[in-house]
């Protein structure tokens, strides 16, 4: 009997390639600014920036298949859209940052309800848990690691409210598998499901 299964699945909608240099830019500044702050961030490689929809997690493969099924269900009910990224956020607040963020400025409905249209075809199925905390459409820029924890950027994230990276057109749901190793995280793309044009 087969025993394989997946580690640190999600899925999620890409960016496009002008929005991923102008999150890097916004990600090399922000990096000054922490410095000078006595505190380090570990971004996030620029080229792995993403919008998470849903972490899965473990997966057995004999539950591969059903998940790639409701994928297709669920990308086929659902139109392609766009969104704008922009403004700098932080996790759990800017006065105690642990995670920095840029934040979606438009398009939070239709992400919003593709979201909901996930976790209402996954969660009937045992193998897979609804998620509890409330949803928050952004892209990861990185970790604030500081001895003390002591840091505090709600003056760099209200400077940084308004700033735009700009649009992308959001027309397929990317099943991912997170691969960790001793350079850092690596994104394999296991499906693509197209969203109805």
Excluded: W
Excluded at 48 to 55: A, D, E, G, P, R
Excluded at 135 to 155: E, F, N, Q, V, W
């Amino acid at each position: 009997m087969s025993t394989h299964h997946y580690d640190r699945l999600f899925i999620a909608v890409e960016p496009q390639l002008d929005v991923v240099e102008n999150y890097r830019l916004v990600q090399r500044d922000l990096i000054k600014f922490i410095a000078e702050r006595k505190a380090v961030m570990t971004p996030m490689p620029a080229e792995l920036c993403h919008i998470t929809l849903k972490y899965i997690g473990s997966l057995h493969e004999d539950n591969f298949q059903l998940l790639i099924d409701l994928l297709d269900d669920v990308a086929s009910r659902n139109k392609a859209f766009k969104i704008k990224n922009g403004g700098v956020g932080a996790f759990p607040s800017s006065s105690k940052p642990r995670i920095i963020y840029i934040d979606t400025l438009e398009g939070q409905k239709h992400i919003h309800a593709l979201v909901d249209d996930i976790e209402n075809s996954l969660s009937p199925y045992q193998v897979f848990e609804r998620e509890r905390r409330p949803y928050k459409a952004h892209m990861t820029l990185g970790r604030i690691r500081t001895p003390d924890c002591s840091i505090d950027l709600a003056d760099v994230t209200a400077a940084l409210t308004d700033v735009s990276i700009g649009s992308s057109y959001i027309d397929e749901l990317v099943l991912f598998h997170s691969v960790l190793n001793n350079k850092g995280p690596k994104y394999d793309v296991l499906y693509r499901a197209r969203l109805r044009g």
